[in-house]
C-alpha cells in the first residue's frame, strides 16, 4: 500500500516561445524538418506528483483531457516501459497555459512529469535517457529538460542547448504574450503548410513556403555569433503564412502593434499565442496601452500575460 501522506513533488512546467522557427522541409514519413531557437518562460502550469498503485491525473480545467489521450500519461507509461519500474504515481495538474496555442503546455507536462517520476523512482534515469524518451513522446517534449534556450533540429528531437553567453543575452527579457480565443491546431497548420508548398511548386515557386535548411543555419548563426545583435532581428516563424490565410485578426494586430507602438510581434509555433519583447522605454501605462490595443482588437476573452524569458 502506498502511503497518502508522502508530500507530493511540485514541478513547475513552463511555456515556451519558438522565438525562431524555420520549417525546412517536408520529410519522406510525413513529419516536417524544422530550425528553431526556442525558450522557456517564466510562466507555465504546476504539476504535482504523488506516489500512488497506479497512474492517475487530475486537472483543474475541465477542458484538458485526463485520460490515456494526455501526454502525462503517455509519458508515465513511456516512463514504466523505459525503467521497469513497477510504481505509480498520482498527478495532479494545474492549468495555465492554454491549449492549442503554440506555447509547448502538453509537451511541458510531460516532461515535468518524466522528471517527477525519475525523483519518485529513485533517479534510474540519467539526463540522456530521460530526454530519449521524452523525445519519443512529441516534438517538444526533449527540449524541455533542457534547463533553459535551445535550438532544436530534426522533428525537434536534437537539442542544443545555447551556450552561456547566447543564453545570457535571452534570460530575463520582459516579453508580453497574448492569444485570442480561438486556437490553432497544428496538424492543421502542418497541412495547411503543404498545401501552400503543393501550390507553389506548381506555379515553380517550390522554395517559397519552406525555408532551407542551410539559409536557416546562416540566420541563425548570424544572430548568435553577433553578441551586438537585438532579439528583435531573430525572430522569425514561417508557420505564421497558413494561420494568416486563414486567421485575419493575426496580422491586423500585428501590423497595428508596430505602426502604434513600435513592437515586432511574431506568433510561437503553429499559434495562436502570439508575443512581442518589451521595450526598455515602456513603463507600466505603456504596456497597459498595449494590452489594452489587444483586447479591443482580439475582444475581452485574449490573454495576456507580462513575464519573461529564462
Known sequence: ?????????????????NLFLA???RRTDGFHDLVSLVAPLAWGDTLRVSPAEDFALECDDPAVPADESNLILKAAHAFREATAWRGGARFQLEKKIP??????????????????????????LDKGALMASAARLGSDCAFFLAGGPAVIRGRGERVSPLDGVAAARLREKRVLVFKPGFGIGTPWAYARLVALASAGALAGQPDAVYLP???????LSNW?????APVETLLLNNLERPAFTKYLALPALFAQLRDEFGLAARMSGSGSACFAF???DFGPERSAAVVATIQRAWGPDALTVETWLT
Open 278 to 280: 518589451i521595450r526598455d
Open 99 to 124: 491549449m492549442m496555442a503554440g506555447l509547448g503546455g502538453g509537451s511541458s507536462n510531460a516532461a515535468a512529469a518524466l522528471r517527477g517520476l525519475n525523483a519518485l523512482a529513485g533517479e534510474p
Open 23 to 25: 520549417v525546412t522541409g
Open 1 to 17: 500500500m502506498v502511503s497518502s501522506r508522502v508530500s507530493p513533488l511540485v514541478l513547475f512546467s513552463p511555456a515556451k516561445l
Open 213 to 219: 535548411e542551410k539559409n536557416a543555419e546562416a540566420q
Open 224 to 228: 548568435l555569433g553577433n553578441q551586438s
